[in-house]
Nanobody
Framework: QVQLVESGGGSVQVGGSLRLSCAAS????????MGWFRRVAGKELEGVAA???????TYADSLKGRFTISQDNAKNTLYLRINNLQPEDTAMYYC???????????????????WGRGTQVTVSS
């Protein structure tokens, strides 16, 4: 059974950094596409970044610059580095995985078959 478990969230001050992790297990081989999404309280789920199995990243246009997605296939772990955190980054962050299809343009959340439960990031001034 495939499982995705996020970690690394927490409470940070404005300007700080975090690295979120997502450990994947149960599949036996690397996903074709993995992504990070976030949900700000009261808003829709928003795509942040995705990366394919050739390490090609895709970022949401509105979030480019402060977010870096990466993966360690040997550890079956996906990462999201967030620099210069701002209050508007406060959200629950979820990782997602697709073992069938390449990453679609535009970070389409409905392509992903598997989702983690999320890790909360809270940014205070």
């Amino acid at each position: 059974q495939v499982q995705l478990v996020e970690s690394g969230g927490g409470s940070v001050q404005v300007g700080g950094s975090l690295r979120l992790s997502c450990a994947a297990s149960g599949a036996g081989y690397s996903a074709v596409c993995m992504g990070w999404f976030r949900r700000v309280a009261g808003k829709e789920l928003e795509g942040v970044a995705a990366i394919d199995n050739r390490d090609t990243p895709t970022y949401a246009d509105s979030l480019k610059g402060r977010f870096t997605i990466s993966q360690d296939n040997a550890k079956n772990t996906l990462y999201l580095r967030i620099n210069n955190l701002q209050p508007e980054d406060t959200a629950m962050y979820y990782c997602a995985a697709d073992w069938l299809n390449p990453c679609s343009a535009g970070l389409q959340l409905d392509q992903f078959q598997y989702w983690g439960r999320g890790t909360q990031v809270t940014v205070s001034s």
